[in-house]
């Protein structure tokens, strides 16, 4: 299964977490070594958190620290270092208001600003940015109509132009419908 969602790989790194420390402070002595996940792959799925998935927040410390008391240590030369943090995350997800795939995009987006922004050139920054549309959830042209028809309907609701029968869309015709939003007048 999967790929699964970001709240879901957090949900899932901390069960396994409890687990493990679960196990060192209740099982018999002779067990108690035991490791569940290393520092090491915990280190290569912050990594691939934070490049793959870009998702800056940068939770796996702070789930560590919870769950074990302890700071977690990357053993990544550099791991720590970080322009976009938690509260520019939340920020974010404020500005999405839930839309999961939006913020995946903007998460997207983002990093690759940020990763072009520390480099000495920013050659091929376009094409970059292209590939955060193309590998999107959405195709560039769905996701900017998206943004468009959202913007026009939250101008058309304050303005209080919207019509008395507004079809409500599926994700299932906003998808595969090619029509413009034709009930806001």
């Given at each position: 299964p999967g790929p699964y969602k970001k709240e879901w790989r957090?949900?899932?790194l901390?069960?396994?977490?409890?687990a493990q420390t679960q196990i060192r402070e209740t099982a018999p002595e002779?067990?108690?070594d035991i490791t569940l996940i290393s520092l090491e792959e915990l280190s290569e799925i912050r990594r691939i958190w934070l490049e793959e998935k870009h998702e800056f927040d940068d939770s796996l410390p702070r789930i560590y620290k919870e769950v074990t008391g302890e700071?977690?240590?990357?053993?990544?030369p550099g791991?720590?270092?970080?322009?976009?943090?938690?509260?520019?995350?939340?920020?974010?997800?404020?500005?999405c208001n839930g839309d999961e795939m939006h913020l995946e995009l903007m998460a997207k987006l983002l990093d690759t600003e940020r990763q072009y922004y520390i480099k000495s050139h920013r050659y091929k920054i376009y094409e970059s940015l292209e590939q955060c549309f193309?590998?999107?959830s959405r195709s560039k042209e769905e996701a900017i109509q998206n943004a468009h028809n959202k913007r026009d309907l939250k101008e058309a609701v304050e303005q209080g132009k919207v019509s008395e029968k507004i079809k409500q869309l599926s994700?299932?015709?906003?998808k595969f419908s090619r029509q413009n939003s034709a009930d806001i007048e």
């Open positions: 957090d949900t899932l901390r069960k396994l977490l409890e002779n067990m108690r700071k977690f240590k990357d053993c990544r791991a720590g270092i970080s322009l976009l943090g938690s509260d520019e995350w939340s920020v974010l997800e404020e500005i193309e590998t999107s994700w299932a015709n906003m």
